[in-house]
């Protein structure tokens, strides 16, 4: 299952941090996210629209407002206050399916871009969005049901995220001009564009990227995965990538 929202109307003033404003063409960026929601589709992910928060430029991304630890939800509380509005849909929407048991992050901030789960191990990312506080939370939380959190620096991105993600066997890819610190995963491999170090892991076997990155999806063709490529520019401008358009429930 995988949880979406539709991209709204003010897309174009969502927040940009670490990349200069660039135009925003909305009907190529809804077209576009209609492509990504029909690949996660096409892998029998069923799919739950949120309802959309039109108010809120970035609502489109929704992974920072909750992540999923097995069956337990953990809504978070994000960095940028602007996007605080965005987390009530998602968690009610978390709140109505079934086995889903919902917390809220008690303290501090923490954005669900800066989350990354490899087996029980947990990597979060502080840096703009995510602080100390939010990671000690979110141990305070996971600790007693047996995940591991680590916190790790981000300082040339915006979430941990941007800068890494993992493949089905738990090797981390990254593009090393952005990753702060490459040593704190084992295995590590180098991607060789920014736009490949994110993939969402459709299944032991396939992972869903970006198309704008040719030569990382032949690298990762060549270790036996079968990629599909979407085409998300018009989130790219906005640091976004594809894991954060949705949160996925499996």
Request: aromatic share 4%; net charge negative.
């Amino acid at each position: 299952m995988a949880l979406v929202r539709r991209p709204g109307p003010r897309l174009a003033e969502g927040i940009v941090t670490h990349l200069e404003r660039s135009d925003i063409d909305l009907d190529l960026a809804e077209t576009q996210w209609s492509a990504y929601v029909g690949a996660l589709r096409s892998r029998n992910w069923e799919i739950v629209e949120v309802a959309p928060a039109d108010q809120c430029p970035d609502a489109v991304f929704i992974e920072d407002t909750a992540v999923m630890f097995d069956r337990l939800a953990v809504v978070t509380r994000p960095g940028a206050s602007s996007r605080r509005p965005e987390v009530e849909g998602a968690a009610e929407t978390l709140r109505g399916l079934p086995d889903v048991e919902v917390v809220e992050l008690p303290e501090g901030c923490l954005d669900g871009g800066d989350v990354l789960k490899i087996g029980r191990r947990v990597y979060v990312g502080i840096g703009g969005r995510t602080d100390e506080t939010g990671v000690a939370s979110l141990r305070m939380l996971l600790g007693p049901r047996g995940w591991e959190v680590i916190g790790v620096p981000v300082t040339k991105v915006l979430h941990l995220k941007s800068a890494v993600t993992a493949l089905p066997d738990g090797t981390v890819i990254g593009y090393l001009p952005v990753v702060d610190d490459p040593e704190a995963f084992d295995p590590f491999l180098p991607v060789p564009e920014e736009d490949g170090s994110h993939v969402v892991v459709m299944d032991e076997t396939t992972v869903l990227m970006a198309d704008s990155a040719p030569r990382t999806s032949e690298l990762l063709r060549e270790r036996g995965l079968e990629v599909i490529e979407v085409g998300i520019s018009e989130f790219i401008k906005l640091e976004g990538c594809v894991t954060c358009l949705s949160i996925r429930v499996r």
